[in-house]
């Protein structure tokens, strides 16, 4: 454990993507209390400059709202869906690639065909044709996600799952008297962890872009006050308060940058033999 | 004349590595024309001292004190770009696995093409030339094809011979060769140590050997080196040291290579066969045959039979490719054998599956070659030695304790349990191997090339423990390995295996001394060090 935490720190970027990450984090749980006024409640006049004003230090945006109330708010929505869609394509997307991979033959090529339908088409159009079916709620939008982002997992760990198949302490397992779920479980995926966690990682701001691009567009949930929203409702005054769609914009950048520095990081970390020469 | 010298070097490790030096205070010359063989166990800084004159030293790792003089220039002091004009030019090397040294993806006649390239030598056509020169000196049959083939579609033997075709192309000075036989069968590893006599003889080149087989060193060297953790030990000419070594670990390791000793013979007693072999086929194909390609068909295994008695030691030995593996694996159905019957106890378990399978299975167990991957990296020993045994419907307290007894039986403490498989050296993580496949209480044990990973000495030992566990645990095993030296040792009864076939079966003594077939003699005679095992002898009744 205490190598893990040199490997990673060996990489500064990772570290300041941690630390950019986890205030992010503190202001998502910390929104509710620091700003217990809901995002949506007009407290001035609009088109109020950053830094004018005491107590509403970025200012208010068209309609009289407090801008950083709704970022803070908005950093609890970005990280929800990004963390929940995330665990739910993994939860989709691993038995499915670990299935293809232990079992191959017409296994393999059936649930690698069912992967490949969602893979040929563009996952954006696909989520915006999601949830123009369904109603659009928090709940909906994570589904969407999860279900346009899974089929990258399965091809991994299907890869994964087929070169650690054949090495000897699985045949030894099956000759041990385990059965199929026990060595996936037990042998298998402890061992195709590394790369999975990695792709976990960069899929968690791909999720929070996703869900701010559906936001941006007006599909994403109405009653919830998030990044995507924020700029797609000042595109409209861009030229006039330009901050109101910037400010959200650097949120959304940061934290998508600190996620792909920690992916970054925890490649380092996991896969060590990959990046330095020697151990 | 003194061709390179290296004096008081001393190779420091990073903080943190389990000594302060790869090696230490390394004095040797090497004349033009000369071999000199550098032995030692894994780890003994054997490889680092040969790859600091090459100046490939791994990142962290560097010279500390010391010199090397290669004619008349010090090559510590020497800056990376007159380096790479040394490298390959004037000192070349050779490696021990050569399908990952040679680039999987390009052809045979441009890697050796490149080495003229790299160097700015000849033009096009005449590297093309000059290629096809080398591959006809490194006795490879038919250049013209193999100029143009991938490494896949080389033998081991004749990737190494590229290997060395590459080494040779500016014909270097000195050829560093670090175990370039330990991953080929002994027949092939003879022809590449007649081959590297051959050249040196003929090109006036002077070779260091790396090896960890003193069978090898008394065919080739001039020369012996012996190192132990990143100290020589003894050094002198190859007569000297191999016949009257003055050094503990030097006697140690001499007396560790396997022999071919004749062995007691066992009373023949009838009884009725543990397992009973008949007609086992298997067939591999690539490729589908239908659009693209032909469709290759290997008959890996054809019709083989034998009889394993209760208490007895089969040795299968053969060539790579000869389908030794394979039988094994048919037997403990990791692979389904096409055709022919394998009963156990009077019950066929060739075609059975599911429940009926998961019954029989532990009466049989397997011991693996690669001490490194058969071991899960992330399992703790303790759940490595129980998984089975709770799979099986054990008690978790109960299996636990019964991997602590497994675990004094193979000769590790208890406190292994707790650790993982990476906290080992290769033979104890052997031996660790060796009490997973016990643990399920098993008649019959295949051991699938067990011990080929391990150095001699520990070879030796792991070898000893096997033949104690048979003894006192009355198991039958099944022994497969390419090393004729080892099944003497362990073996009552060898089958030789050929294309897939049976070409000579019977007792070890039989087989090993007065052969009937032309292949095991083919196989005896390629064994590595038989002079000096004679004179050995000879030695030793005088």
Redesign the interface.
Known sequence: MKSFWTRFSYNRGAVIGLVILTLVIATAILAPFLFPQSPWKMVQRPFLPPFTQDGLPLGTDALGRNVLSGLAHGAYVSLLVGLVSTIVALAIGVPVGAAAGYFAGRTDDALMRFTEFFQTIPSFALAIVLLAIFQPSLTFVIIAISIVSWPPVARLVRGEVLSLRT???V?????????NL?IIL??IL??ALPPIIVLASLMVAQAILLESSLSFLGLGDPNIMSWGYMIGAARTVIRTAWWLSFLPGMAILLTVLALNLIGEGLNDALNPRLT???E | MTLLSIRDLSIALPLGADRLYAAKNINFDLASGEILCIVGESGSGKSMSANAVMGLLPQGVEPDSGSITFDGQSILDLSENELLKLRGSRISMIFQEPLSALNPLMRVGAQISEVFEAHGALTGAERRARALKLLDEVGIPDPEAAIRAYPFQLSGGQRQRVMIAMALALEPDILIADEPTTALDVTTQAQILALIEDLRKKRGMAVIFITHDFGVVADIADRVIVMKKGEIVEAGRAPDVLLNPQHPYTRALIDAIPRLTKTEPVEEVERAPLLKVEGLQKTFSTGSGTLFGKRRVVKAVQDVSFDLYAGETIGIVGESGSGKSTVGRCLVRLLHPDGGRVLMDGVDIAHMSGAELHAQRRKLQMIFQDPFSSLNPRARVSRILTEGMIAYGMPDKEAKAKARELLELVGLDETAMKRFPHEFSGGQRQRIGIARALALEPAIIIADEAVSALDVSIQAQVLDLLAELKERLHLSMLFITHDLRVAARICDRIIVMQKGQIVEAGPVNKVLHDPDTAYTSSLLEAIPGQDYERSLAAANKG
């Open positions: 090495r000897e302490f045949e030894a397992a099956s000759l041990s008297g385990l059965g026990q037990r042998h402890p061992n330095r020469k020697s």
